[in-house]
């Protein structure tokens, strides 16, 4: 099957820091989702973005899918960002939802 | 437009008991989905809905785990008898039933065993 890896596993940061998050697929993907899973275990949609970019506020994603990686970027980082950050990929041709492995971030103030 | 809805948010029960657990999906979704995530772990697939009918159960433990959509709206989950290794948050999730299957999640209910 097909496999999805993140990195860095953790980070750790200082209060308006910037970071950037990668997610590796080893197959052609036809979704490609973000999402952040909160202290209360909810997952919230960041973006749907099986390839280009797409912003919203602090946060931007960029899909390589030629390339099979995805970033997610997070600009000035609040205390509220803090949690686990998934990817998760549907595989060409199948309609299964994949998740990466996560990074956990800790925003400190 | 409304979420996915869940309830109980939190459940504890004693080993062996049983207990089950109800999804609301976004309204139109023909598509639903019931996850388990143990903590420190993503989300794995336990079972998936195409408006009733079952589309995927191959994860599901079916010796203690049962799953319906009877009208092809809400769903419900049932643990019966329940095992210390079952805690975890059970996520429900919905999508239209056609690519690209971007799915929305609940809020989840984290199930503790003891």
């Known amino acids: 099957g097909i496999q999805v890896e993140q990195s860095p596993p953790d980070l750790i940061l200082q209060e308006g820091a910037n970071s950037t998050l990668r997610c590796n697929f080893s197959d052609s993907v036809n979704n490609l989702q973000w999402f952040h899973q909160n202290p209360w275990g909810q997952l919230i949609n960041l973006f749907y973005i099986p390839s280009g970019t797409k912003q919203n506020g602090r946060l931007s994603a960029t899909t390589v899918a030629t390339e099979r990686y995805s970033l997610l970027y997070i600009s000035s980082s609040q205390t509220t960002d803090s949690g686990v950050y998934f990817c998760?990929?549907?595989?060409?041709?199948?309609?299964?939802?994949?998740f990466g492995t996560g990074t956990r971030l800790q925003v400190f103030p | 437009e409304a979420g996915v809805a869940q309830s109980p948010r939190y459940k504890i029960i004693e080993k062996r008991q049983s207990v089950a657990f109800w999804c609301n999906p976004i309204?139109?979704?023909?598509?639903l989905y019931w996850y388990q995530q143990i903590l420190g772990q993503g989300p794995k697939l336990l079972i998936q809905f195409q408006n009733n009918g079952v589309v995927d159960d191959s994860q599901l433990p079916k010796d203690r785990f049962s799953a319906e959509r009877l009208k092809g709206v809400d769903s419900t989950l049932k643990i019966q008898p329940a095992k210390l290794e079952d805690s975890a948050v059970y996520l429900c999730?919905?999508?239209?039933?056609?690519?690209?299957?971007?799915?929305?999640f609940g809020p989840g209910t984290r199930l503790t065993v003891t």
């Open positions: 309204s139109g979704h023909a598509t």
């Open positions: 999730a919905s999508s239209l039933s056609q690519a690209p299957y971007e799915q929305y």
């Open positions: 998760a990929v549907i595989r060409r041709g199948t309609d299964k939802l994949i």
